[in-house]
């Protein structure tokens, strides 16, 4: 299991009945227990597995799906038929269940044992059909859920389940996900903003305001000591270190100073408010005479940010909300999965044939963690927003590799996720241009993926992670119960935006139907 993860759990339950007999729902208990121990013993699963034993009534399946919505390490749960289990006596605990629901359809045994089958066999092993019957009144509730099919011992069938646990995870984590906004949107731009209200009714997290002047107050609580700690001991080792840097007399060792100490109030903020993540405002940083007064951030916190983010705090740009919840719900799934995450910003574009590709970046903010080598500290100007002065940042470019970028937009009566595959590929250097950068070529080629990206209505910020595949995507949004579009190598653009229009005719229907 994954550290991270271990406060949590996923419940198992088996669907049976007592017209067997006793000794029928005994040995359905004794198989589910060991299928449960293997799961847990295969290494693969993220999540502990806990199981629950065999719903044999209503009554029993109203119980234990009552117990799961109210056990705070329960986040989702696994059902599976070992035997006919008639599904009307399922109806009341479904339609209660507010937990991510997984059908694994399984079977006990491998293989049909030929020379021995007889009729008590066929009467206990009867996941072919019991798994029907229970399907059929799932789909009757339109009741969201992910469906596994495989064999229980089989890597294929473990690992479907284990990607659907890490999205129950990023699914629970985000349930009760604060964002902060330092300051609000910027410049009039739609695509980062939406409807709070309605993001919080369907996605979990909770987003507020809070004032510059309030984060002030905690500024100036952060101890000289503590700075220079940060600096010394965390900022010079950790990273590569310009020479200008070093010197603790320069202008540079001063920016890096005061980008150390932005970054303990900031991490001072999210304790103090429980908060996971955080959007920032370059036009909001406090008193604009900082210089004289000392009484905001001398510069964007660019380096607070791209550090914050590799420990796990979400990050929006320019007030975008959505990004900064998505970001940390793709760094909470990703956890303990190989290659890094972080939240980018398509820059300019390449044109280059087959290889034409779009520069990622943005002012300062990417995550450390999906750097080719080791990040190097250094101090340069930056002219944009009310801070227009020397900033700290760390400058690397990306590694290469595949990964998927994610973005939700609000498109007025629902909300769309949208995801792409992308490579990621060499960049030149950029001499004049000292940021952290990636270099990628969305799937199935730059036309058709950006195509596809720009009518679904993509934003220019998404959330990227190298270990997430299109399946977590689909997961989530059929959790979340929203608009899924994914955009991979098997995409093709005049049946994507089809597919845009038909979901545009459901989801109209579907609000007027409720």
């Known amino acids: 299991m994954v550290k991270a993860f271990e406060n949590f759990e996923v419940w198992f339950v088996t669907g049976a009945q007592l017209l067997y007999g006793g000794d029928a729902v005994v040995q359905v208990d004794g198989h589910s227990k060991e299928m449960v121990e293997g799961l847990n013993n295969s290494g693969r699963l993220p999540v502990k597995v806990v199981y629950k034993g065999t719903a044999n009534s209503s009554a029993e399946v109203a119980d234990?799906?009552?117990?799961?919505?109210?056990?705070?390490?329960?986040?989702?749960?696994?059902?599976w038929m070992h035997t006919f289990s008639p599904a009307k006596m399922w109806i009341h605990g479904l339609q209660m269940l507010r937990k991510p629901l997984l059908h694994l359809h399984t079977q006990y045994n491998r293989q049909i044992p030929y020379e021995s089958i007889d009729m008590d066999f066929m009467n206990l092993n009867q996941s072919a059909h019991g798994d029907r019957e229970f399907a059929h009144i799932l789909t009757r509730l339109r009741k969201p859920r992910k469906t596994v099919i495989g064999y229980w011992k089989d890597e294929k069938t473990q690992e479907r389940i284990a990607v659907w646990e890490r999205v129950c995870a990023g699914w629970a984590d985000s349930q009760d996900m604060l964002i902060l906004r330092f300051g609000d949107q910027m410049n009039n731009v739609a695509v980062t903003d939406g409807d709070k209200v309605a993001a919080e009714q369907v996605l979990g997290y909770h987003v507020d305001y809070m004032p510059f002047s309030e984060v002030m107050t905690f500024f100036n609580e952060v101890k000289d000591a503590d700075v220079t700690a940060l600096v010394k001991d965390v900022y010079f080792k950790e990273y590569?270190?310009?020479?200008?840097i070093k010197d603790e007399n320069s202008e540079a060792y001063r920016k890096v100073w005061n980008a150390a100490k932005a970054e303990l109030t900031l991490r001072a903020v999210m304790a103090a408010k429980g908060a996971k993540g955080f959007t920032t405002n370059f036009d909001d940083l406090g008193d604009v005479n900082v210089e004289e007064t000392g009484k905001g951030f001398d510069q964007i916190p660019g380096l607070a940010s791209q550090r914050m983010m590799s420990d796990g705090f979400g990050f929006g740009a320019e007030g975008d909300w959505k990004s900064a919840a998505l970001y940390r719900t793709v760094w909470f799934m990703s956890q303990g999965l190989d290659g890094g995450t972080s939240f980018l910003e398509d820059y300019t574009l390449n044109f280059d044939g087959d290889n034409t590709s779009i520069l990622e970046s943005h002012m300062l903010e990417i995550n450390p963690d999906i750097a080719e080598e080791k990040p190097r500290l250094e101090v340069h100007f930056l002219g944009i927003g009310v801070r227009k002065t020397p900033?700290?940042?760390?400058?690397?470019?990306?590694?290469?590799?595949?990964?998927?970028?994610?973005?939700?937009?609000?498109?007025?009566?629902r909300f769309r996720l949208i995801a792409n595959d992308v490579n990621l590929i060499k960049s030149k250097p950029l001499p004049k241009l000292p940021v952290a950068s990636a270099l990628w070529i969305p799937e199935p080629t730059f036309?058709?993926?950006?195509?596809?990206?720009?009518?679904?209505g993509g934003t220019h910020h998404s959330c990227f992670s190298f270990g997430l595949t299109d399946e977590y995507w689909r997961d989530y949004a059929e959790i979340a119960d929203i608009e899924c579009c994914i955009i991979n190598k098997d995409t093709d653009i005049e049946h994507f935006r089809q597919d845009l229009r038909v979901n545009e005719v459901y989801y109209m229907l579907n609000k007027a139907l409720r």
Do not use: P, S, Y
């Not at 234990?64 to 059902?79: F, L, Q, S």
């Not at 900033?391 to 009566?413: C, E, P, S, W, Y």
């Open 64 to 79: 234990v799906m009552a117990r799961a919505n109210n056990d705070k390490k329960c986040i989702g749960v696994i059902t």
């Open 391 to 413: 900033t700290a940042r760390l400058v690397f470019t990306a590694k290469q590799g595949h990964g998927t970028t994610a973005t939700i937009v609000d498109m007025g009566n």
């Open 240 to 244: 590569q270190v310009a020479e200008d």
């Open 447 to 456: 036309e058709v993926g950006v195509g596809c990206w720009l009518n679904a």
